[in-house]
């Protein structure tokens, strides 16, 4: 069926909104360089399932629980309109990092090891040493929410007063949290186009690690391509591509992985909506092999088409 208009969604009521009314205004502009009738539309509160028409396609650039978790392509699906991305249950599923990462190892996918915790506003823990033995012989550790993105309530620990602030910093310390070990070597972000790996960006930040501020405010931070021989790329894509299929993730996604000094790699997380910022890590990528902004949105909007 033809594309007769397309409408980007974006905004939200996550904790990632201001990242995703960025995306969204980027996209909208692409989408209408590229020649479609389009509507910028802010999620929810302008959002009306009974204005799509036959023909209509959705662009998400909602991150967060609004555009990852999988709610609202359930609904498009239930509803017949065509949409970006991945499908529900792939989202869903990558949405929770517990429940993404006990899939890792089922199926043999090398991830960091981790402790999930109900709350931090009930952690019975008596913010003593035993959390951090728990991880030895790493020095720090990661406390990440187990449903957020853009770094939203993420902290690097490696002492109990660190702990103690993150609790208190924390803009909902009553939801679930993983603890993480902590893989201080290379991070680095596998973009994925249609069932191909663009190639792999390397991040450096003068920040302890790639956080809010490294991603969306500060211009030092470093997006290289990343320098591997040509067998650890075939087996980074391996695990990226596997990474996929056992999700069902398809279309226009991430993979976030860490690299140790013995240059093993692990999967952190797949980001089925992906940042389409100025500042962003997939159009960055794309650039790098020739694909300018617009023509990746058009990438994007055919592969669902």
Same mark, same amino acid.
């Given at each position: 069926?033809?594309?007769?208009?397309?409408?980007?969604?974006?905004?939200?009521?996550?904790?990632?909104?201001?990242?995703?009314?960025?995306?969204?205004?980027?996209?909208?502009?692409?989408?209408?360089?590229?020649?479609?009738?389009?509507?910028?539309?802010?999620?929810?509160?302008? /959002?009306?399932?009974?204005? /799509?028409?036959?023909?209509?396609?959705?662009?998400?650039?909602?991150?967060?629980?609004?555009?990852?978790?999988?709610?609202?392509?359930?609904?498009?699906?239930?509803?017949?309109?065509?949409?970006?991305?991945?499908?529900?249950?792939?989202?869903?599923?990558?949405?929770?990092?517990?429940?993404?990462?006990?899939?890792?190892?089922?199926?043999?996918?090398?991830?960091?090891?981790?402790?999930?915790?109900?709350?931090?506003?009930?952690?019975?823990?008596?913010?003593?040493?035993?959390?951090?033995?728990?991880?030895?012989?790493?020095?720090?550790?990661?406390?990440?929410?187990?449903?957020?993105?853009?770094?939203?309530?993420?902290?690097?620990?490696?002492?109990?007063?660190?702990?103690?602030?993150?609790?208190?910093?924390?803009?909902?310390?009553?939801?679930?949290?993983?603890?993480?070990?902590?893989?201080?070597?290379?991070?680095?972000?596998?973009?994925?186009?249609?069932?191909?790996?663009?190639?792999?960006?390397?991040?450096?930040?003068?920040?302890?690690?790639?956080?809010?501020?490294?991603?969306?405010?500060?211009?030092?931070?470093?997006?290289?391509? /990343?320098?591997?021989?040509?067998?650890?790329?075939?087996?980074?894509?391996?695990?990226?591509?596997?990474?996929?299929?056992?999700?069902?993730?398809?279309?226009?996604?991430?993979?976030?992985?860490?690299?140790?000094?013995?240059?093993? /790699?692990?999967?952190?997380?797949?980001?089925?909506?992906?940042?389409?910022?100025?500042?962003?890590?997939?159009?960055?990528?794309?650039?790098?092999?020739?694909?300018?902004?617009?023509?990746?949105?058009?990438?994007?909007?055919?592969?669902?088409?």
């Amino acid at each position: 069926m033809a594309i007769e208009k397309i409408t980007v969604l974006y905004g939200g009521e996550s904790s990632e909104r201001s990242v995703s009314l960025e995306s969204g205004k980027y996209v909208f502009q692409s989408v209408k360089d590229l020649g479609y009738e389009t509507e910028l539309i802010d999620y929810p509160s302008e /959002f009306s399932p009974e204005k /799509f028409l036959q023909g209509d396609f959705v662009f998400i650039a909602l991150h967060g629980q609004d555009g990852e978790s999988g709610e609202l392509q359930s609904f498009l699906q239930q509803n017949n309109i065509p949409y970006t991305g991945s499908g529900y249950e792939a989202c869903k599923i990558t949405w929770n990092k517990d429940t993404f990462k006990k899939i890792l190892r089922e199926n043999r996918i090398p991830t960091p090891n981790w402790i999930s915790v109900p709350s931090l506003h009930e952690f019975k823990g008596n913010l003593d040493d035993s959390i951090f033995d728990q991880f030895r012989p790493f020095n720090e550790i990661f406390l990440k929410p187990t449903e957020d993105g853009s770094s939203i309530d993420v902290f690097k620990l490696s002492t109990n007063n660190d702990l103690k602030k993150a609790i208190s910093d924390s803009l909902d310390s009553k939801r679930q949290f993983i603890f993480e070990e902590s893989i201080d070597f290379k991070e680095l972000t596998v973009p994925i186009l249609n069932g191909k790996c663009l190639p792999p960006v390397e991040i450096i930040t003068k920040e302890s690690f790639y956080n809010f501020n490294a991603k969306y405010v500060n211009d030092d931070t470093e997006l290289n391509e /990343f320098i591997i021989t040509d067998k650890k790329k075939i087996e980074l894509e391996q695990i990226c591509l596997k990474t996929l299929d056992i999700v069902k993730a398809k279309g226009w996604l991430r993979v976030d992985l860490m690299q140790d000094s013995n240059q093993n /790699f692990y999967v952190l997380e797949v980001n089925t909506v992906p940042g389409m910022t100025s500042h962003s890590l997939f159009p960055k990528s794309a650039e790098s092999i020739g694909l300018s902004y617009d023509e990746l949105v058009n990438e994007i909007i055919n592969a669902k088409s």
